[in-house]
């Protein structure tokens, strides 16, 4: 990313300001009709792409402070076709897919748009999403290609009839993910500037010191509970761990955990936050838009499997300090707990924003009502206190995020497109059942690594979109709720984080951590083990996504619960002390079968980890001195 200064930082300073504030404007008083107020919002994201991220830049170079003849052209270039649709929007609106002719200026832009699209996409998310984009896009023209399989072959599109679907229609560039990206993520980013800004964020941390940091193996807490706060408002898992992992992953070396171990909490901790409500990233926004249904919905059902998730991770890193003797920090060294109760309001954004949301406002309401807490809150400290220039750069800062989020939603609604022209997502729904055999465990397992691949090689949003146009119909097909194969969807897209062998968030933990990358990815595998086992489970018994009655929802939360803890402590080998090998893999049958979907089997399965917790053996944990 290119460091500018001087008369183009400062206008590129305003310009970014001007997005937010439009942003906020149609948060507040309503957004354009869709298919227009993407086009602007793409808009002005795209020449942001070509001035801010150099052509290439190798590692340790440093940043470039000018910006080149030719990306001024690109940046130039990349305004023309939603101008176009601005000046002729009526126009556009009138067309008959499918019947009016694709004029030549028609043409021409959206293959521009196409074109540029790609590169800055290249530029900021990388080539992998790149490389999908234009597979299946080159499909769609090509589909009957003699050396394509016979299952895979169809109709081709005409190329202009290409241009017109992704680039005249909203069912391609402006499909509804890039719908959320210029509605719902744009203002929940300004939200998050406003966190930082009024001191809220900084809170985030010292109450999780505060009430964690003594614990045995308190830094490694202080690590799940932040990260769990800040991943859910940044939605970003790499981003995250550089965030809080800077702070975190030194303390838990210190007081004695290995430095693979602490960099694989900071990395599953990081990663959870995307599944973690209230605001899940983007990747929720989507989901809500995919299903037609209110948001709260998706709170809802994620909640549950997201607590078990953290559940875990926290038991675990428990477990281990008490196995291995390891004690927290001093109170000395930790923020005090009465001053950090006594600004307790500080988390009032955060509790109005999750209330809101829950009763049934919109999501851009909820988190415009946020921003205006945020500001109220920083009044209470003269440090944090928000003049109009604290709230500009806090809109300015959130703003200047977008473009990622922004050019990646804009670039898999290619695929999107793709997948509607060419029709091949009816091809792949009848691979994946023919393969399945009719067998549904063997569906959802397809799919899990489908959404998996995605997910090493693309952004977690853009790897949800592409999972569920692809996998979703063919999990409903066998029979699945749509909300439970989405989240399906969704989970394993994320989770591809801490997979090997491109588990993004633990190799950038492992570089704080100074580990060995590989050894830190799959100790963050063992961690996140129930985000591995819970979405076959919620596929089966929606209990777990409290969408059952309220028998069925009480059942499945203890059940839950009793993996959680099996699965934990057979993991880790202790209990309330060591444990022999058949003790852990009775644990760890206990936890697994606690999730069938049958009543009296899981309730039986709770209660024998009830009992292996009761008949585990005693003892003192290795002692070693207080840090």
Same mark, same amino acid.
């Given at each position: 990313?290119?460091?500018?200064?001087? $008369?183009?930082?400062? #206008?590129?300073?305003? !310009?970014?300001?001007?997005?937010? /504030?439009?942003?906020? !404007?149609?948060?507040?008083?309503?957004?354009?009709?869709?298919?227009?107020?993407?086009?602007?919002?793409?808009?002005?994201?795209?020449?942001?792409?070509?001035?801010?991220?150099?052509?290439?830049?190798?590692?340790?170079?440093?940043?470039?402070?000018?910006?080149?003849?030719?990306?001024?052209?690109?940046?130039? &270039?990349?305004?023309?076709?939603?101008?176009?649709?601005?000046?002729?929007?009526?126009?556009?609106?009138?067309?008959?897919?499918?019947?009016?002719?694709?004029?030549?200026?028609? /043409?021409?832009?959206?293959?521009?748009?196409?074109?540029?699209?790609?590169?800055?996409?290249?530029?900021?998310?990388?080539?992998?999403?790149?490389?999908?984009?234009?597979?299946?896009?080159?499909?769609?023209?090509?589909?009957?290609?003699?050396?394509?399989?016979?299952?895979?072959?169809?109709?081709?599109?005409?190329?202009?009839?290409?241009?017109?679907?992704?680039? +005249?229609?909203?069912?391609?560039?402006?499909?509804?993910?890039?719908?959320?990206?210029? *509605?719902?993520?744009? $203002?929940?980013?300004?939200?998050?500037?406003? +966190?930082?800004?009024?001191?809220?964020?900084?809170?985030?941390?010292?109450?999780?010191?505060?009430?964690?940091?003594?614990?045995?193996?308190?830094?490694?807490?202080?690590?799940?509970?932040?990260?769990?706060?800040?991943?859910?408002?940044?939605?970003?898992?790499?981003?995250?761990?550089?965030?809080?992992? *800077?702070?975190?992953?030194?303390?838990?070396?210190?007081?004695?955990?290995?430095? !693979?171990?602490?960099?694989?909490?900071?990395?599953? @901790?990081?990663?959870? =936050?995307?599944?973690?409500?209230?605001?899940?990233? @983007?990747?929720?926004?989507?989901?809500?838009?995919?299903?037609?249904?209110?948001?709260?919905?998706?709170?809802?059902?994620?909640?549950?499997?997201?607590?078990?998730?953290?559940?875990?991770?926290?038991?675990?890193?428990? /477990?281990?300090?008490?196995?291995?003797?390891?004690?927290?920090?001093?109170?000395?060294?930790?923020?005090?707990?009465?001053?950090?109760?006594?600004?307790?309001?500080?988390?009032?954004?955060?509790?109005?924003?999750?209330?809101?949301? +829950?009763?049934?406002?919109?999501?851009?309401?909820?988190?415009?009502?946020?921003?205006?807490?945020?500001?109220?809150?920083?009044?209470?400290?003269?440090?944090?206190?928000?003049?109009?220039?604290?709230?500009?750069?806090?809109?300015?800062?959130?703003?200047?995020?977008?473009?990622?989020?922004?050019?990646?939603?804009? *670039?898999?609604?290619?695929?999107? =497109?793709?997948?509607?022209?060419?029709?091949? =997502?009816?091809?792949?729904?009848?691979?994946? &059942?023919?393969?399945?055999?009719?067998?549904?465990?063997?569906? &959802?397992?397809?799919?899990?690594?489908?959404?998996?691949?995605?997910?090493?090689?693309?952004?977690?949003?853009?790897?949800?979109?592409?999972?569920?146009?692809? =996998?979703?119909?063919?999990?409903?097909?066998?029979?699945?709720?749509?909300?439970?194969?989405?989240?399906?969807?969704?989970?394993?897209?994320?989770?591809?984080?801490? *997979?090997?062998?491109?588990?993004?968030?633990?190799?950038?933990?492992?570089?704080?951590?100074?580990?060995?990358?590989?050894?830190?990815?799959?100790?963050?595998?063992?961690?996140?083990?129930?985000?591995?086992?819970?979405?076959? @489970?919620?596929?089966?018994?929606?209990?777990?996504?409290?969408?059952?009655? &309220?028998?069925?929802?009480?059942?499945?939360?203890?059940?839950?619960?009793?993996?959680?803890? #099996?699965?934990?402590?057979?993991?880790?080998?202790?209990?309330?002390?060591?444990?022999?090998?058949?003790?852990?893999?009775?644990?760890?049958?206990?936890?697994?079968?606690?999730?069938?979907?049958?009543?009296?089997?899981?309730?039986?399965?709770?209660?024998?980890?009830?009992?292996?917790?009761?008949?585990?053996?005693?003892?003192?944990?290795?002692?070693?001195?207080?840090?």
């Amino acid at each position: 990313m290119r460091k500018l200064d001087g $008369i183009v930082a400062k #206008g590129l300073y305003l !310009y970014v300001l001007a997005m937010g /504030l439009f942003h906020i !404007y149609t948060a507040v008083f309503g957004s354009f009709e869709a298919y227009l107020q993407r086009a602007i919002h793409l808009t002005w994201v795209l020449p942001m792409c070509f001035i801010l991220y150099p052509f290439s830049q190798k590692k340790g170079e440093p940043a470039e402070t000018e910006v080149p003849w030719y990306d001024w052209i690109l940046a130039g &270039l990349s305004l023309l076709p939603g101008l176009y649709i601005m000046m002729n929007y009526d126009d556009i609106m009138m067309r008959m897919q499918g019947v009016d002719e694709i004029t030549t200026i028609q /043409l021409i832009l959206g293959t521009m748009l196409i074109i540029l699209l790609l590169e800055g996409t290249r530029r900021i998310v990388g080539l992998p999403i790149v490389i999908v984009a234009v597979t299946f896009t080159v499909y769609t023209y090509m589909c009957d290609a003699s050396f394509l399989p016979q299952i895979l072959r169809g109709v081709p599109t005409e190329y202009a009839r290409i241009i017109e679907g992704m680039y +005249l229609t909203d069912e391609g560039i402006f499909s509804s993910s890039l719908g959320v990206s210029a *509605t719902f993520v744009m $203002i929940f980013l300004i939200f998050g500037g406003f +966190l930082e800004k009024s001191g809220v964020g900084e809170y985030f941390m010292e109450f999780a010191q505060a009430f964690t940091g003594t614990a045995p193996g308190g830094p490694a807490k202080i690590a799940v509970v932040s990260s769990c706060l800040f991943g859910s408002i940044s939605g970003s898992a790499v981003a995250n761990v550089y965030g809080t992992g *800077t702070f975190t992953i030194p303390l838990m070396k210190r007081i004695g955990y290995p430095d !693979y171990f602490a960099g694989a909490v900071e990395a599953v @901790a990081s990663s959870g =936050g995307q599944i973690m409500p209230p605001v899940m990233g @983007a990747g929720a926004f989507v989901m809500a838009a995919f299903l037609g249904v209110p948001f709260n919905k998706i709170i809802v059902a994620a909640i549950f499997p997201a607590l078990l998730y953290y559940g875990t991770v926290l038991l675990m890193v428990h /477990l281990v300090a008490l196995k291995d003797g390891l004690k927290g920090l001093s109170p000395e060294e930790l923020p005090n707990k009465k001053s950090v109760i006594k600004r307790l309001y500080l988390m009032s954004p955060i509790v109005l924003l999750v209330y809101l949301l +829950l009763v049934g406002y919109t999501p851009m309401y909820s988190a415009i009502a946020g921003i205006i807490t945020a500001w109220v809150m920083s009044l209470f400290n003269r440090k944090t206190r928000m003049g109009p220039k604290k709230i500009l750069e806090a809109i300015h800062d959130g703003s200047e995020n977008i473009p990622i989020i922004c050019t990646a939603c804009a *670039t898999a609604g290619l695929v999107v =497109g793709s997948v509607a022209l060419s029709g091949i =997502g009816f091809k792949f729904v009848g691979a994946v &059942l023919t393969l399945a055999r009719g067998i549904p465990f063997l569906g &959802l397992f397809l799919i899990a690594v489908v959404a998996l691949i995605l997910g090493m090689g693309l952004p977690a949003t853009s790897a949800y979109i592409l999972g569920a146009a692809l =996998g979703v119909p063919a999990l409903v097909k066998m029979g699945f709720m749509p909300l439970a194969a989405h989240l399906f969807v969704f989970y394993y897209a994320i989770i591809s984080n801490i *997979t090997p062998p491109v588990a993004l968030a633990a190799y950038a933990a492992a570089s704080i951590a100074g580990s060995n990358p590989n050894k830190t990815g799959f100790a963050a595998c063992k961690l996140g083990v129930l985000a591995f086992i819970v979405p076959f @489970a919620f596929c089966y018994d929606t209990g777990l996504l409290l969408q059952s009655s &309220l028998t069925g929802n009480i059942v499945s939360i203890i059940s839950g619960i009793a993996a959680l803890c #099996g699965m934990g402590f057979s993991l880790v080998g202790y209990a309330r002390g060591k444990l022999p090998l058949w003790h852990r893999l009775a644990f760890a049958v206990a936890g697994l079968t606690a999730l069938h979907h049958t009543p009296l089997f899981s309730i039986a399965s709770a209660a024998a980890v009830i009992v292996l917790f009761a008949l585990s053996k005693k003892d003192g944990p290795v002692v070693r001195p207080s840090v």
